[in-house]
């Protein structure tokens, strides 16, 4: 049993119809994925037809409108899963490398062997420039690092290479998660559920301690996915059509503030398996510092 539920919440994004192609292309068992889309989009815009006729998947449409942004798209998308026994969480700009899913498989299991309990594989991916595909490729495997702080939160990620990666034999241990790339048991879909209060920056910080927290280790793959699009001239972020995101990303702070003070119980709250100070103590950083 190797299904996986690839949940993807695009907005606005050109790239959308050549990374639902490609991800079917250079999965070596295309027919085991089940892929879900929450398209959200403007009057006019349209996708591939080749996208149509892709097998298991499944677009909601959605006027962009009418979004309250990307967590609330993945909180959708999540009620979607099915049982399946592997979920991959994916951005709508992407490129696979081939066997991608044999191989996410491969990684997990060894890890689950190895006496990993709740295994989560996840990276920022290498870039791609999509005016220059597919040269503009980068060639190696990332590990995350903290970044920067608004409101006195960690919100701001950002990545380096793993060095000496080409003499590892298995995924690396890791401290952030990533949400364009993050994939391991469907069961993420009940532990970790998407708070759509959360507006967006901050969110892969808040995930990867809820993950910590309900006893996921995370690990980034020792070895090249796929690529990610950064450049954001190929889509129309979410904040650039919706003025009140400024109100919403500031209750969205608020609210991470009080889940690390652990006043924040049920589906979006924290796990009993490990507290917020160890994980804490594991990234050697406040998540939370005092305002003035």
Known sequence: MEEIYVQIPAYRDTELGATLIDLYRKARKPHRL?????????????????????????????????????????????????????????DSHHRFVDDWDVMLVDFHRGLHLAGVRRPLLTTYLPAYFPGREPGSRRKQPYKIYPLGRESGILVRLTSYPIPYWTTLDRPIEANFASLHFLFGS???NEDLRFDPQIYFFGDEVITGLRAFTHGYDMYHPHRVMGWHCYDRRSRVPHWDDHPGWREQHSRGLAKMRRLVGGKIAGPYGLGRQRTVGEYEERIMLPLVEATR
């Open 186 to 188: 469907g069961r993420i």
């Open 34 to 90: 089940r892929t879900s889309v929450v398209w959200q989009h403007a009057e006019g815009e349209t996708l591939p037809k080749d996208v149509w006729s892709l097998p298991n998947l499944q677009i909601t449409a959605v006027p962009s409108a009418t979004s309250k942004g990307c967590n609330w798209a993945r909180n959708i998308l999540q009620r979607g899963w099915d049982g399946e026994p592997y979920t991959l969480f994916l």
